[in-house]
């Protein structure tokens, strides 16, 4: 009996520790389609206006990453920035073919019910090949790699983006696949 109640102590603190975070399925978003509500610029020069209101993000180590986003064999670099104007933060996404992408900054991060990073602790790049998959049930179960079917397991085509809370829970995986944005739920 007290170990009945001893595990379902630990599981109801388990689940209230993350009971912030969202859970999400894969979801897709093309970039194009939602320019208005990602701040999406794809001018190679932006407005000073633009640069203006958004900085580098002091407060994130590291702030930087670079890795090929987008699978064309050139460099990609991926900032943690601020927008000054609402200071919440985001990622800026300056393609090797001079695009310029924003996810964040109060605008929503593919479709994640979120629109600041501002507690991203873990920033590094997701390996393409890499396979990734949502470790969190719909019922809000974390899941081991052998409860998720094959078909469910993703194969990263490139590089992604890796951001998650230090030392918490919650976090994800953001790739492009066939020029769309994706998300991977990651615990």
């Not at 093309?30 to 958004?54: F, G, M, W, Y």
Request: with cysteine.
């Amino acid at each position: 009996m007290t170990k009945t109640i001893t595990t379902l102590f630990i599981s109801c603190l388990m689940i209230l520790s993350c009971q912030k975070e969202k859970t999400q399925k894969v979801t897709t978003y093309n970039s194009a389609e939602t320019a208005k509500d990602r701040l999406q610029i794809s001018n190679p020069k932006p407005t000073p206006e633009v640069n203006d209101k958004i900085v580098i993000s002091k407060k994130h180590k590291p702030n930087s990453i670079s890795l090929d986003l987008d699978g064309d064999g050139l460099k990609d670099v991926v900032n943690i920035v601020q927008n000054l104007e609402n200071q919440k933060y985001g990622l800026e996404i300056l393609f090797g073919n001079k695009k310029l992408d924003y996810l964040g900054m109060g605008k929503d991060v593919v479709g994640q019910g979120f629109d600041d990073i501002d507690w991203v602790g873990i920033f590094e790049v997701a390996p393409k090949n890499e396979i990734y998959y949502n470790n969190v049930s719909d019922d809000g179960e974390i899941l081991t790699e052998d409860q998720v079917k094959e078909s469910d397991k993703i194969k990263l085509p490139n590089d992604g983006i890796f951001i998650h809370q230090a030392e918490s829970c919650g976090g994800g995986v953001i790739y492009l696949k066939n020029g769309k944005y994706e998300w991977i739920q990651q615990e």
